[in-house]
C-alpha cells in the first residue's frame, strides 16, 4: 500500500522526465501506466489491511493515502486534459498565402534581426517562426 | 538540425524570455538557431498568438505556433497547437518544406 501511494507521486513527478520524448510527450502513457500501478497496489493494501487486520495494519492510513494518491491522480488528469487545451482563439493570426506581418528584435547576443534579413539572408529558402511558450 | 540547414531553411524561435535567458538557453541546449527576445509580446501579438495571463505567475505569453514564410514574405504553412502539450515533429516541417519545393524527401 505504501508503495502504490509512492508510484502515484512517481507518476506525478515522473511527468517533467517523460515530456523530453515526444512519444510520451503527445499522449502520457508512462504515467498514466504508472498510475493503473498505484491504483492496484493500493486496492490490494487495502483489502489486505481490512481481511487481514491480524497480519497487516494500516486501516487508518490505508483510506488516507488512497485518498490522497486519488486527488493526485485527479489534478493530473486536470492539467492534462482541461488546462494544456485552453487555447486563446488567434483568429487574426496570419493564414497561409498572406505576408508575414514583419518585425525586428534582439537576437540572443542583443543584435537586431529582421524578418526581412532573415529571408534574405544568402541561401536561405524559408523561414521556419517557432513562437513558444518561454520561462526557460 | 542539418536537415533545415542543407535545405536552407532558416529557424528563429520567439518567445516573451529576455535576450539573457535565450542567450543562457540556447547554450545550455546547444541550439545553433537564433533566438529573438520578444519581452512586451509586441509580435506576438501582432501575430495574434498572445495567451493571456498563461505564464507561470499570470504573465502573458505565446501560445505555441509555427509558421513557415517563403523568400517573398508570404506564410507557407503553419501550426497553431490546440493542445499545449502537443507540439509539431520536425520531420512534419520539413515533408511540407520538401513538397511544396518538389523535392523528395531525405
Same mark, same amino acid.
Given at each position: 500500500?505504501?508503495?502504490?501511494?509512492?508510484?502515484?507521486?512517481?507518476?506525478?513527478?515522473?511527468?517533467?522526465?517523460?515530456v523530453?520524448?515526444?512519444?510520451?510527450?503527445?499522449?502520457?502513457?508512462?504515467n498514466?501506466?504508472?498510475?493503473?500501478?498505484?491504483?492496484?497496489?493500493?486496492?490490494?493494501? =487495502?483489502f489486505?489491511? /481490512?481481511?487481514?487486520?491480524?497480519? /497487516?495494519?494500516?486501516?487508518?492510513?490505508?483510506p488516507?493515502?488512497?485518498?490522497?494518491?486519488? @486527488?493526485?491522480?485527479?489534478?493530473?488528469? /486536470?492539467?492534462?486534459? &482541461?488546462?494544456?487545451?485552453?487555447?486563446?482563439?488567434?483568429?487574426?493570426a496570419?493564414? @497561409?498565402?498572406?505576408?508575414?506581418?514583419?518585425?525586428? =528584435?534582439?537576437?540572443?547576443?542583443?543584435?537586431?534581426?529582421?524578418?526581412?534579413?532573415?529571408?534574405?539572408?544568402?541561401?536561405?529558402?524559408?523561414?521556419?517562426?517557432?513562437? /513558444?511558450?518561454? &520561462?526557460? | 538540425?542539418?536537415?533545415?540547414?542543407?535545405?536552407?531553411?532558416?529557424?528563429?524561435?520567439?518567445?516573451?524570455?529576455?535576450?539573457? !535567458?535565450?542567450?543562457?538557453?540556447?547554450?545550455?541546449?546547444?541550439? !545553433?538557431f537564433?533566438?529573438?527576445?520578444?519581452?512586451?509580446?509586441?509580435?506576438?501579438?501582432?501575430?495574434?498568438?498572445?495567451?493571456?495571463?498563461?505564464?507561470?505567475?499570470?504573465?502573458?505569453?505565446?501560445?505555441?505556433?509555427?509558421?513557415?514564410?517563403?523568400p517573398?514574405? !508570404?506564410?507557407?504553412?503553419?501550426?497553431?497547437?490546440?493542445?499545449?502539450?502537443?507540439?509539431?515533429?520536425?520531420?512534419?516541417?520539413?515533408?511540407?518544406?520538401?513538397?511544396?519545393?518538389?523535392?523528395?524527401?531525405?
Amino acid at each position: 500500500m505504501w508503495v502504490g501511494f509512492l508510484v502515484a507521486i512517481v507518476a506525478l513527478f515522473s511527468f517533467e522526465f517523460f515530456v523530453r520524448f515526444p512519444m510520451t510527450r503527445d499522449f502520457p502513457w508512462a504515467n498514466l501506466s504508472l498510475f493503473a500501478i498505484a491504483g492496484v497496489l493500493l486496492v490490494i493494501g =487495502l483489502f489486505r489491511a /481490512y481481511g487481514q487486520p491480524g497480519v /497487516y495494519r494500516g486501516r487508518i492510513f490505508g483510506p488516507i493515502l488512497t485518498i490522497v494518491s486519488l @486527488v493526485i491522480f485527479a489534478l493530473f488528469s /486536470y492539467a492534462l486534459f &482541461y488546462i494544456v487545451r485552453q487555447m486563446p482563439a488567434s483568429a487574426a493570426a496570419p493564414q @497561409v498565402g498572406v505576408a508575414a506581418p514583419g518585425f525586428t =528584435l534582439p537576437d540572443q547576443d542583443g543584435k537586431q534581426v529582421a524578418l526581412r534579413e532573415l529571408l534574405g539572408s544568402d541561401g536561405t529558402r524559408a523561414v521556419l517562426l517557432i513562437f /513558444y511558450r518561454g &520561462y526557460w | 538540425m542539418a536537415d533545415f540547414d542543407t535545405r536552407g531553411i532558416r529557424i528563429a524561435a520567439i518567445s516573451v524570455d529576455p535576450v539573457e !535567458t535565450n542567450q543562457r538557453h540556447r547554450k545550455k541546449m546547444g541550439y !545553433t538557431f537564433s533566438f529573438l527576445a520578444d519581452p512586451n509580446a509586441e509580435v506576438i501579438r501582432r501575430y495574434d498568438l498572445l495567451h493571456q495571463r498563461a505564464g507561470p505567475k499570470g504573465e502573458d505569453i505565446s501560445r505555441p505556433a509555427e509558421f513557415l514564410i517563403d523568400p517573398s514574405g !508570404t506564410v507557407e504553412w503553419r501550426n497553431l497547437t490546440e493542445n499545449a502539450a502537443v507540439r509539431v515533429r520536425p520531420q512534419e516541417v520539413l515533408r511540407t518544406f520538401d513538397e511544396r519545393n518538389g523535392k523528395t524527401s531525405r
